[in-house]
């Protein structure tokens, strides 16, 4: 049966048309995304990557609530503008406790990725709640509820640290236990600049650098 | 069972899912004009949270693919899918339900993102209730669209249901995977995948959900609507069978390349680039076969407005989709990733192509629902003018402030030193922003008339009963009672 033939088989038989976009459509998925699931070095953390602690997943959840990466991006790309600009460029290792990853589509605001360290926690706090103060021609939004929030209003820490321990992440039963008593009397803002403050500093630049240099990834 | 009444195609649904899709129209775009404001007056959310950049941004996206979007190719697939199997609607109820389900799932789902609730990804921010409601939806829409194929009365399936097919098949597909997490509350739940792989899932999903929904979808709408209005046949329909699978196979695997430079491996890059640079061969022929069948129709584009609207669609679906292929390119991505390029580039396939074949679409179709002319020709050439001029302004402003940002971001001078800092570049956007607001304020513009327009069309007219044409010799598919092939084999 020639191909012409074959195809008009397909062309009068829905159920073999269903199947064929099926199989067609599969393909790319099937030979490049399933196998960087199963790739190593995408799923194994740097020497100085951690999970977040209960502080930390709070102020990261409030980041995604607010949508922080919808203008920022936490991917230093390895080019010499950007290293200059934001610090050593991001590696694979350091994402794998990031659920789900924030690397962003758009830099309105700049790079946030190593962003830990570098500005002050009231430098922040200012700067959230009243962005023209400490960068006059800022265009982003400012965000005083942030302000007025208890940090523990934001979703059940204890459930979620479960629910990512079942997900493979190194959480101790102590840790669960004590989450709940990390967020008393913080409010939003304190949880969301102690993650900021903690972004990209699990790094040991001079170690990457050695282990790229040796043919790693 | 005998029926008294001859057998009519189920159009009353088609016409209640334009009405939602212009709708979402209005408001969709509204959002958009008003986060485009946002860039010139950040307080603009008076301090709001639900009015704030960051939830507004996505509902804005979400309106308009979701809810304007993939109702207009719900109504346009139910329409043409009757009309091509010469059958009504398989299980008309379910085809409501499907209506307003969805409309539902865009509503709340848009409500849920001003309060928070969002799971991050690009266009699948709705978090899991909302993911497990559209899947079952989707298996709805399924089920009436391909039963409606298995019971019709003429052998060929037409080209534009195998598009249409392509979306619902594919998407459900991307949609299922790219969601799956574990729920925390009924409001937050954890990616399955992390870090690199999350952002290697996500962006298979993203990339292709442009592929399958917003390019696929719509060409299907383009190859049943194009003809009907242009009044003749695909110029080669070998062409289109040809670019179908060409389309759908490489499709898949041009999502990565949104990952260029970033921490995943080069491999999935590479193989990104290269299958995006494919992708022009599948993506151009589909132009060229529009062209060509439209190209006897000349006479008839300078006074038909719903024509000129998807020749002109068919134009920005060239640009987009040679514009795409390029920016997939590492070197050329360098620059544009991460800047208002992609915003533009996404505008240019979401205004000029997927807005303007729709526009071309309901002013063809809305007068044959309702047995009417067109409520006022002018009203639809002025919204041509205005759509026209809106979306050249919004690409031409963010080629300019996405080509600079590219630029200045990577310029270093002679010691290597940052010729710019970072919020000099960004004040000197403003200019850019402020020519994009008045794009936006231009074709929302135009999309109000025509809402205007079609309602008026609309207003006290009842949908038209249409029954299946009967089928001539060789392409007729005989049925038994139970609307079974009573034969398959060709005679």
């Known amino acids: 049966m020639n191909a012409l033939e074959l195809h008009k088989k397909i062309e009068e038989n829905a159920g073999l048309l269903i199947f064929g976009i099926l199989l067609v459509s599969a393909i790319g998925g099937l030979v490049q995304v399933l196998p960087s699931l199963f790739q190593e070095s995408l799923s194994t953390p740097l020497s100085g990557t951690?999970?977040?602690?209960?502080?930390?997943?709070?102020?990261?959840?409030?980041?995604?609530?607010?949508?922080?990466?919808?203008?920022?991006?936490?991917?230093?790309?390895?080019?010499?503008?950007?290293?200059?600009?934001y610090g050593p460029y991001s590696r694979a290792g350091e994402f794998v406790y990031d659920r789900p990853f924030l690397w962003g589509s758009k830099r309105t605001?700049?790079?946030?990725?190593?962003?830990?360290?570098?500005?002050?926690?009231?430098?922040?706090?200012?700067?959230?709640?009243?962005?023209?103060?400490?960068?006059?021609?800022?265009?982003?939004?400012?965000?005083?509820?942030?302000?007025?929030?208890?940090?523990?209003?934001?979703?059940?820490?204890?459930?979620?640290?479960?629910?990512?321990?079942?997900?493979?992440?190194?959480?101790?039963?102590?840790?669960?236990?004590?989450?709940?008593?990390?967020?008393?009397g913080l409010r939003e803002i304190d949880a969301l600049i102690v993650y900021l403050q903690m972004l990209g500093t699990g790094l040991d630049a001079d170690a990457a650098d050695a282990a790229d240099a040796h043919g790693g990834h | 069972m005998q029926r008294q009444n001859p057998e009519i195609y189920e159009d009353r649904v088609v016409v209640r899912l334009v009405q939602f899709s212009v709708l979402w129209a209005v408001l969709g775009m509204a959002a958009g004009v008003w986060v485009a404001a946002e860039f010139l007056w950040p307080t603009l959310d008076f301090g709001q949270f639900w009015l704030s950049f960051g939830r507004l941004r996505p509902l804005?996206?979400?309106?308009?693919?979701?809810?304007?979007?993939?109702?207009?190719?719900?109504?346009?697939?139910?329409?043409?899918?009757?009309?091509?199997?010469?059958?009504?609607?398989?299980?008309?109820?379910?085809?409501?339900?499907?209506?307003?389900?969805?409309?539902?799932?865009?509503?709340?789902?848009?409500?849920?993102?001003?309060?928070?609730w969002t799971s991050s990804k690009e266009y699948a921010e709705l978090e899991w209730p909302f993911d497990i409601a559209i899947a079952l939806i989707w298996v709805c829409f399924g089920i009436v669209f391909f039963g409606t194929i298995a019971r019709r009365r003429i052998r060929p399936i037409y080209i534009s249901n195998w598009f249409y097919g392509g979306l619902i098949i594919v998407i459900a597909m991307l949609h299922i995977v790219n969601s799956l997490a574990l729920p925390v509350t009924l409001d937050k739940s954890y990616s399955l995948y992390a870090g690199a792989q999350d952002a290697i899932v996500q962006w298979w999903y993203g990339h292709n959900a442009v592929g399958f929904l917003l390019t696929g979808g719509f060409l299907g709408m383009l190859y049943y609507f194009l003809p009907k209005q242009a009044d003749q046949p695909i110029w080669s329909y070998?062409?289109?069978?040809?670019?179908?699978?060409?389309?759908?196979?490489?499709?898949?695997?041009?999502?990565?390349?949104?990952?260029?430079?970033?921490?995943?491996?080069?491999?999935?890059?590479?193989?990104?680039?290269?299958?995006?640079?494919?992708?022009?061969?599948?993506?151009?022929?589909?132009?060229?076969?529009?062209?060509?069948?439209?190209?006897?129709?000349?006479?008839?584009l300078k006074r038909d407005p719903a024509l000129k609207f998807i020749v002109l669609s068919l134009a920005f679906y060239g640009l987009a989709t040679f514009e795409g292929p390029m920016m997939a390119i590492r070197s050329v991505n360098v620059v544009s990733h991460f800047t208002d390029w992609t915003i533009g580039h996404v505008h240019s396939g979401a205004l000029?192509?997927?807005?303007?074949?729709?526009?071309?679409?309901?002013?063809?179709?809305?007068?044959?629902?309702?047995?009417?002319?067109?409520?006022?020709?002018?009203?639809?050439?002025?919204?041509?003018?205005?759509?026209?001029?809106?979306?050249?302004?919004?690409?031409?402003?963010?080629?300019?402030?996405?080509?600079?940002?590219?630029?200045?971001?990577?310029?270093?001078?002679?010691?290597?030193?940052?010729?710019?800092?970072?919020?000099?570049?960004?004040?000197?956007?403003?200019?850019?922003?402020?020519?994009?607001?008045?794009?936006?304020?231009?074709?929302?513009?135009?999309?109000?008339?025509?809402?205007?327009?079609?309602?008026?069309?609309?207003?006290?007219?009842?949908?038209?009963?249409?029954?299946?044409?009967?089928?001539?010799?060789?392409?007729?598919?005989?049925?038994?009672?139970?609307?079974?092939?009573?034969?398959?084999?060709?005679?």
């Open chain 2, 238 to 300: 070998r062409l289109s069978v040809v670019a179908f699978w060409a389309f759908t196979y490489s499709y898949i695997w041009a999502g990565p390349h949104h990952l260029h430079y970033n921490a995943v491996p080069e491999w999935v890059q590479s193989t990104a680039m290269v299958m995006s640079l494919v992708l022009l061969a599948p993506s151009w022929a589909t132009l060229i076969n529009g062209v060509m069948t439209v190209s006897k129709a000349w006479a008839k």
């Open chain 2, 60 to 116: 804005h996206t979400n309106a308009v693919i979701f809810g304007f979007g993939v109702s207009a190719l719900m109504a346009t697939g139910f329409y043409s899918v009757q009309r091509t199997s010469h059958v009504r609607l398989f299980l008309p109820g379910l085809a409501w339900f499907c209506c307003y389900a969805w409309q539902l799932v865009v509503l709340l789902g848009g409500l849920s993102l001003l309060a928070g």
């Open chain 1, 109 to 184: 605001g700049p790079d946030l990725h190593r962003i830990g360290g570098k500005y002050s926690d009231i430098w922040h706090e200012v700067h959230l709640l009243d962005p023209r103060q400490v960068v006059p021609e800022s265009i982003m939004p400012a965000y005083p509820w942030l302000a007025e929030r208890p940090a523990a209003g934001v979703g059940d820490i204890q459930a979620k640290l479960r629910v990512l321990r079942r997900l493979g992440h190194p959480y101790a039963d102590a840790d669960i236990a004590a989450a709940p008593q990390r967020l008393e």
């Open chain 2, 352 to 491: 000029g192509w997927n807005a303007m074949v729709t526009y071309g679409t309901f002013y063809f179709l809305v007068p044959r629902l309702v047995g009417a002319e067109l409520h006022s020709t002018r009203l639809a050439n002025l919204h041509f003018v205005l759509a026209l001029a809106g979306t050249l302004l919004y690409i031409l402003a963010m080629w300019a402030s996405g080509v600079s940002q590219g630029l200045l971001w990577l310029s270093v001078d002679r010691l290597g030193e940052l010729s710019f800092g970072f919020r000099d570049i960004m004040a000197g956007m403003r200019p850019y922003y402020g020519l994009r607001l008045v794009a936006g304020l231009l074709f929302w513009g135009g999309t109000l008339l025509m809402a205007y327009n079609l309602f008026m069309t609309l207003r006290g007219r009842r949908t038209v009963a249409v029954s299946p044409p009967p089928v001539a010799e060789p392409w007729r598919l005989e049925r038994g009672a139970a609307g079974i092939a009573t034969e398959r084999a060709r005679a």
């Open chain 1, 50 to 85: 951690r999970v977040y602690d209960a502080v930390e997943l709070t102020g990261r959840d409030i980041y995604i609530r607010e949508g922080c990466h919808v203008c920022h991006s936490q991917q230093v790309r390895p080019l010499v503008a950007e290293v200059e600009r």
